[in-house]
Each structure stands twice: as C-alpha cells, then as structure tokens.
T-cell receptor
Framework: DAGVIQSPRHEVTEMGQEVTLRCKPI?????LFWYRQTMMRGLELLIY????????DSGMPEDRFSAKMPNASFSTLKIQPSEPRDSAVYFC?????????????FGPGTRLTVL | AQSVTQLDSQVPVFEEAPVELRCNYS??????LFWYVQYPNQGLQLLLK??????LVKGINGFEAEFNKSQTSFHLRKPSVHISDTAEYFC?????????????FGKGTHLIIQP
C-alpha cells in the first residue's frame, strides 16, 4: 500500500482565496483524521470521520473550515476564505477499527502558506 | 478529556549517549499511550504503544518506554542514540473507550544529536 496520500504537498495562496486540501486514506481503514500543526499550538485534531461520516468536528476552528468524505477513499478539507493565521502544516491520518485508534498512519502533510 | 505534557521542548544529546524524553499525562479514565516520531518534512509514524500488559514497551529503532501509572508517566528511552534519531518526538494519549477525544498529542520534544 502506498500509505496515506495528501495533495498538494505545498500550497501558497493569498488571503481571501479558497483552499482545498485532499487526502486518500489507506485502503480498508475506516477512520480518517485531519490535524493541523503549528509552532504555537502543536498538533491539533480538527475533525475525524468513521465510515465516511463526520463524528467530531469540535476542533474545526471556525465556519471558514469544512471537511467532507464523499467515499471511503477520499476526503477534502476546505478553507474559505483563507487567512494568514491558517498557515500551518495540515496532516491527514487513517486507522483501522476502534482498537486501532492509537496506530494512526499519517500522510506527509500539506504545508499551507497564506499571504 | 486528557492532556499530555512533554517537559522538554528540546533535548541535545551526544551521539552514542543514552537519552530519556519525558512525558506525563492526565486523564480521568484508563488510557492508551503512544510515542510517535516525526522526521523533517515528513508525517508522524508510530514508535511504540502501550495498550495493556507489561509496563515496559519496546518499539522500533531501539526505543523503549515505561508506563508508570502512579506517576502518570510514559517516558521514552534509548540506550545509545544515533545521528539518524534526530527528529521531533510526540507523546500521545487516548482513552480506552476510543471516545470522541481521539488522540491527544503533547507539544513535542526535538531531539538533537550532536556528533
């Protein structure tokens, strides 16, 4: 398996623009997680899905952020409109089953810079 | 909810010396404990985990950690570090019910290996 795939790896955009980050989880994994990593706040869980259904989005910073998982092999995280404080590395991770909660497999991340 | 405290943001160590990275957690319920490693410009990968059983857990790359329930600690150790161990190390906790809090990460410890 190729592991968790994220695209793009780097994104530079201007304030106010829409940004879409993409993730393909490992085949067979039924949990998908979106995290944000910054120097100031560390690694934060934004939202997670189980069997394509959003379970907990309490970590999503505000209404400008939205995430979808239309099928088991694809998820998006959208920021509209983007702001400079959204600059961070965004990670997608997936895991198999409730017992596998802790063994999450991370993608390489998308480094987002909002100017 | 759980929380994780990694007491050192940075640990410089000479090559071939031993190292200990400290992690303390707080939780009102029983927990699972994990250490993840993040190499530069990469996603996180699991080093080791404690789910139950022996409190001494061995992981990849010669690392081990010991769960101490009375001290609510899960310190990571390696008897002899190599330059390739330079990375960011994250301690994480999840409650055993696999609840909505998911994985809670510490802020990370940057391990710097000096030749």
């Amino acid at each position: 398996d190729a592991g968790v795939i994220q695209s793009p790896r780097h994104e530079v955009t201007e304030m106010g623009q829409e940004v879409t980050l993409r993730c393909k989880p490992i085949s067979g994994h039924d949990y998908l997680f979106w995290y944000r990593q910054t120097m100031m706040r560390g690694l934060e869980l934004l939202i997670y899905f189980n069997n394509n259904v959003p379970i907990d989005d309490s970590g999503m910073p505000e209404d400008r952020f939205s995430a979808k998982m239309p099928n088991a092999s694809f998820s998006t995280l959208k920021i509209q409109p983007s702001e400079p404080r959204d600059s961070a590395v965004y990670f997608c991770a997936s895991s198999h089953g409730l017992a596998g909660w802790g063994e999450q497999f991370f993608g390489p991340g998308t480094r987002l810079t909002v100017l | 909810a759980q929380s994780v405290t990694q007491l050192d943001s940075q640990v410089p160590v000479f090559e071939e010396a031993p190292v200990e990275l400290r992690c303390n957690y707080s939780s009102s319920v029983s927990v699972y404990l994990f250490w993840y490693v993040q190499y530069p410009n990469q996603g996180l990968q699991l080093l080791l985990k404690y789910l139950s059983g022996s409190t001494l857990v061995k992981g990849i790359n010669g690392f081990e950690a010991e769960f101490n329930k009375s001290q609510t600690s899960f310190h990571l150790r390696k008897p002899s570090v190599h330059i390739s161990d330079t990375a960011e190390y994250f301690c994480a906790v999840s409650d055993q019910g696999g609840g909505a809090d998911g994985l809670t990460f510490g802020k990370g410890t940057h391990l710097i290996i000096q030749p």
